[in-house]
């Protein structure tokens, strides 16, 4: 979920009058989603989280130069993604597996077990498939679908024309299309739907 952009903006004031506080509550805010838009260049975790602490510090260390900044949450993106491209030249011949830990606890039904595994299969499989979609698809997908950002905002962050945002998230949902209809076990009637599917289905209306 994409955090509030006045409340960004009101933390950004107040850090550019050296404010620690404010410093700390932004970094708490932005952190976890800088350090996953990292990983997805540089598929090492200690790195992502090098490259994403040296950000905050650089923002500490240039905190007068806040206010000059119009939108603090997409020029951090944007500085991860160069960093993180610094990175990957420098180190262009150690690629890692990472192991994707997301939990989705909410797509468990604690009530009844049956439905918990059909929906932890349903989100297994749309997690692998989001992750074998193609390097800028799966990017665009995240950015927009997960940390909520406008395709203005994307093209803005990943130096594409709005555009191509829409036809590369437009090509990920056609790949993940398949997976709303899904049913686990063909010979048992489907299930309601997990939310991380129902979600999709907006979008899914706009481009089908």
């Known amino acids: 979920m994409r955090p509030d952009a006045h409340h960004i903006k009101k933390l950004q004031t107040a850090i550019s009058q050296g404010d620690q506080q404010a410093f700390t509550s932004l970094f708490r805010l932005l952190y976890p989603g800088l350090l996953n838009f990292a990983l997805q260049y540089v598929h090492v975790k200690e790195a992502a989280e090098e490259i994403t602490n040296d950000i905050f510090v650089k923002l500490w260390n240039r905190k007068e130069h806040l206010p000059e900044i119009d939108n603090l949450s997409t020029y951090l993106f944007v500085s991860v993604k160069n960093h993180s491209l610094n990175y990957l030249k420098q180190y262009s011949h150690i690629h890692v597996a990472v192991e994707n830990n997301d939990g989705d606890s909410s797509l468990v039904n604690r009530d009844d077990p049956e439905q918990q595994l059909e929906w932890k299969e349903i989100s297994f499989r749309l997690n692998m498939?989001?992750?074998?979609?193609?390097?800028?698809?799966?990017?665009?997908?995240?950015?927009?679908?997960?940390?909520?950002?406008?395709?203005?905002?994307?093209?803005?962050?990943?130096?594409?024309?709005?555009?191509?945002?829409?036809t590369q998230?437009?090509?990920?949902?056609?790949?993940?299309?398949?997976?709303?209809?899904?049913?686990?076990?063909?010979?048992?009637?489907?299930?309601?739907?997990?939310?991380?599917?129902?979600?999709?289905?907006?979008?899914?209306?706009?481009?089908?």
């Open 129 to 166: 498939a989001i992750d074998k979609l193609p390097d800028q698809c799966r990017t665009v997908f995240k950015l927009i679908k997960e940390d909520g950002f406008r395709y203005k905002e994307v093209a803005e962050i990943l130096g594409i024309s709005p555009r191509t945002v829409e």
């Open 169 to 208: 998230l437009f090509r990920a949902i056609k790949k993940l299309q398949s997976l709303v209809s899904l049913n686990p076990n063909p010979a048992k009637p489907k299930r309601p739907f997990p939310p991380l599917l129902l979600s999709l289905s907006p979008i899914l209306l706009i481009f089908c």
